[in-house]
């Protein structure tokens, strides 16, 4: 019997990544969900997912995007 290094998603810890649907961040910026589909194709959003037919986001890009997009007065 030989021994493989290969690894398996049950071998990987545990992560709790959390995601979000377009139709979730569309309506916290009151956007049509097309411009959010658009800014996920022009990279705002990295670590997005596809699953299945639908697209996930993670919070932590969603919440780097709006952090940037505060406009400062000054």
Same mark, same amino acid.
């Given at each position: 019997?030989?021994?493989?290094?290969?690894?398996?998603?049950?071998? @990987?810890? &545990? #992560?709790?990544?959390?995601?979000?649907?377009?139709? @979730?961040?569309?309506?916290?910026? #009151? *956007?049509?969900?097309?411009?959010?589909?658009?800014?996920?194709? @022009?990279?705002?959003?990295?670590?997005?997912?596809?699953?299945? #037919?639908?697209? #996930?986001?993670? *919070?932590? &890009?969603? @919440?780097?995007?709006?952090?940037?997009?505060?406009?400062?007065?000054?």
């Amino acid at each position: 019997m030989t021994s493989t290094n290969a690894t398996t998603l049950a071998d @990987e810890p &545990a #992560r709790e990544d959390k995601y979000l649907t377009v139709a @979730e961040i569309a309506a916290q910026l #009151r *956007v049509a969900p097309m411009t959010i589909y658009r800014y996920v194709e @022009e990279g705002a959003f990295p670590g997005s997912i596809r699953v299945g #037919r639908s697209i #996930r986001v993670p *919070v932590a &890009a969603y @919440e780097a995007y709006v952090k940037a997009s505060v406009i400062s007065h000054g």
